[in-house]
């Protein structure tokens, strides 16, 4: 499985953006994770592409929305109300797993990354 994630950029504090993921192969659920410079990396939000179970890290719930579109094999991270603190390098990952929650172990492929820089 490959992945290839887009749509990040830099936008100001309250704005929104919608990050993209696109998949290669088939996989059972799927997730993104955040890197700050200098900070480990964290976990986002999670997807089950059977069920539709979603889950959300606090720091991003009300504010980011997870959704996919199984046809296209892709699947997006709707972001709005922004933060500074939202700045971050953010991964897309699948898992062979039904549903990989928010361990980033238990996910198999990871994507390149994309930028997500939130001005104040």
């Known amino acids: 499985v490959q992945l290839q994630a887009s749509g990040g950029g830099l936008v100001q504090a309250g704005g929104s953006l919608r990050l993209s993921c696109a998949a290669s192969?088939?996989?059972?659920?799927m997730g993104w994770f955040r890197q700050a410079p200098g900070k480990e990396r964290e976990f986002v939000a999670a997807?089950?592409?059977?069920?539709?179970?979603?889950d959300y890290a606090d720091s991003v719930k009300g504010r980011f929305t997870f959704s996919g579109d199984n046809a296209k094999s892709t699947v997006y991270l709707q972001m709005s109300s922004l933060k500074p603190e939202d700045t971050a390098v953010y991964h897309c990952?699948?898992?062979?797993?039904?549903?990989?929650?928010?361990?980033?172990?238990?996910?198999?492929?990871w994507g390149q990354g994309t930028l997500v820089t939130v001005s104040s």
């Open positions: 997807i089950s592409r059977n069920s539709g179970t979603t």
């Open positions: 990952a699948a898992s062979n797993l039904f549903y990989a929650g928010r361990n980033g172990a238990a996910y198999d492929y």
């Open positions: 192969g088939r996989s059972f659920s």
